[in-house]
């Protein structure tokens, strides 16, 4: 009898061993799979927040470009001129008139400038938004005292980027946060009236940051 109990223990003991070897294995298994997943998830959003900027970016040189060559017919401005009476009177000048010239870049634009660029290049109120808060701040920067882009970093310019991320900012971060945030990824723009780019990685990390997923 004594026997016959000592020659089954090891069994139940290897048995149970095994048995736990397998649970552990089911749950390694069960965790790789969640973090595949999540993987999977992380590199959805990043390929559709990569779409979104180059599309963002598309639209805004697109703009930028139609601002640039707006028409002498386009809506009048009252400019103020003297006459001979010494009197102020208005007197209509085309948009353009002033508006054109190569010193007019985008990152050299006073605010009044960019007040009548964006409210005659974008219609919707939203997209105005994100682009003044966007060219409000590409202003304050010079493109030419900022590091040139590394080798293999990709970029976006800057009013592109704030632009996204205006529409991705559903935490309400301050622009004051959202340039701590890009500071070390400022570099110089490809095309001198872009003002200033941002690196990619920056960018996504941020909207990362900001998406409500």
């Known amino acids: 009898m004594i026997s016959k109990w000592s020659s089954s223990c090891p069994k139940q003991k290897a048995t149970r061993i095994r048995n736990n070897q397998r649970r552990h294995r089911a749950k390694v298994k069960a965790h790789i799979s969640d973090l595949e997943s999540e993987l999977a998830e992380s590199r959805r959003q990043l390929a559709?927040?990569?779409?979104?900027?180059?599309?963002?970016?598309?639209?805004?040189?697109?703009?930028?470009?139609?601002?640039?060559?707006?028409?002498?017919?386009a809506p009048l401005t009252p400019?103020?001129?003297?006459?001979?009476?010494?009197?102020?009177?208005?007197?209509?000048?085309?948009?353009?008139?002033?508006?054109?010239?190569?010193?007019?870049?985008?990152?050299?634009?006073?605010?009044h400038d960019q007040d009548v660029m964006i409210n005659s290049s974008l219609t919707n109120g939203t997209e105005r938004d994100n682009f003044n808060l966007a060219l409000s701040f590409v202003a304050q920067y010079k493109s030419q005292n900022l590091p040139p882009p590394q080798p293999g970093e990709s970029t976006t310019s800057c009013a592109a980027a704030y632009s996204i991320i205006a529409q991705q900012n559903f935490k309400g971060f301050g622009l004051d946060d959202i340039h701590q945030w890009l500071q070390s990824g400022y570099r110089q723009a490809i095309r001198s009236e872009d003002g200033c780019a941002v690196a990619n990685s920056l960018v996504h990390s941020l909207i990362n940051h900001l998406s409500p997923v």
């Open 48 to 73: 559709a927040a990569e779409h979104r900027i180059k599309a963002l970016t598309a639209e805004v040189e697109q703009l930028q470009s139609e601002a640039r060559r707006e028409p002498c017919s």
């Open 79 to 111: 400019a103020y001129h003297h006459t001979s009476t010494h009197d102020h009177q208005p007197v209509l000048e085309p948009r353009c008139c002033w508006m054109s010239g190569s010193q007019r870049q985008l990152g050299k634009l006073t605010t």
